[in-house]
């Protein structure tokens, strides 16, 4: 090579360098660190929108927003009506840096089983969904019905509904009837998913223990908690690992209490957004609803695919750092019929587009269960998130 260019060659790296950081610096982006990495530091509330009950399409009530995900054009939501049909809604989200304008849903899709026939009353109970930008088709999860002896599970659909595979679930987390000692709670399997940052796969997330693993949290005093996430690998066309996340207590008292995981998001390798959503059933006018957004770091956790009861077990579970406290905003969010504001029932997260900033936006939903438990609101927050 000719010497006479070489030190303006060596000068490239640093000339791109410093024009990268120029582009950033104008754009005000954040810098992603291979493989599209996000990095998640904080929340930045914008707005909420509360979507009006007592709507209808195609004959259906609108609401029972149990899960929720941003396919790039329109949103998808997933309805947890135990009755047919079971469906979810093409949505329409309309927001920026500073405020939230509303919500349209646009369509109503029902899901089919295996047969193209409508599934029967009760027979599931959709929790959560994400679509598949590679498939163009979604996944989705079902916490069964324990009490009645119907599995938990998690299927692929057509975008139009149609059933396209089902997923070999473990044993571990088949319904047991007849255990007060094994196998997944009743309300309490399958309830958050995400597809894997790699896209190699995708992770399911009890929302609470499982009967030989730990006790289900309550207020009193901090029980031994683990939840389990599971991975499935595309390529092994199967379940590989699992990690054991812990349950913080229920946050408040009360007649019936109880705190569990209801959404789960990855955002890095084995990184994770974790919603915990803590109830308490009795005279709280406020709803009851306390929601926490952990960062849940499974890197150095044990894998727990082995154990069929966690209970004796030397493991190390996934670690947790508190991002955000909903009772930051509680004042800035909608008053039920008494005056309070309220925080509802968290079941949904996704990110979704870039603001005007470059920075990344994340949407949560509450599901509303068609006031089938008082008041409750199919409620939307929309937050900036801080990398």
Known sequence: MCKTYWP????IPVLMAILVSVSCWKCKRPVRQGNDAISVSGLRYI???????KKYLKGSLI???????????????ICDDAKPPIRYYSAAIRYDADKFYGVEIDSVTEITDENGEAFQSHQVDAESIRYDKEANSFIWSSEGNIRKGINPDIQESSMD????????IPSLFFADTLSETRGPRHNGAFEGLSLSKDKAGFWASLELPLKQDGEAPVYEHVA????RFLYFDKEAGNFTKQF???LDKAARKGDFEINGVSEILEYDARQFLVAERSYAQGNYADGGNNILIYKADAARATDVSKYDSLKGVS??????TLLFDFETIRNQLSKVTNGLPKVDNIEGISFGPKLSNGRLSLVVVADNNFSALGEQLSQFIVFEVIP
């Open 47 to 53: 707005g909420e929108y509360v979507f009006p009950e």
């Open 161 to 168: 509904g149609k059933f396209i595979r089902r997923y070999n």
């Open 63 to 77: 609401g029972g927003f149990s899960g929720i995900d941003f396919t790039g054009k329109n949103w998808l939501l």
């Open 244 to 246: 054991a996340y812990k």
């Open 8 to 11: 303006a060659i060596k000068a």
């Open 315 to 320: 493991y190390v579970p996934m670690s947790k």
């Open 224 to 227: 031994d908690s683990p939840v």
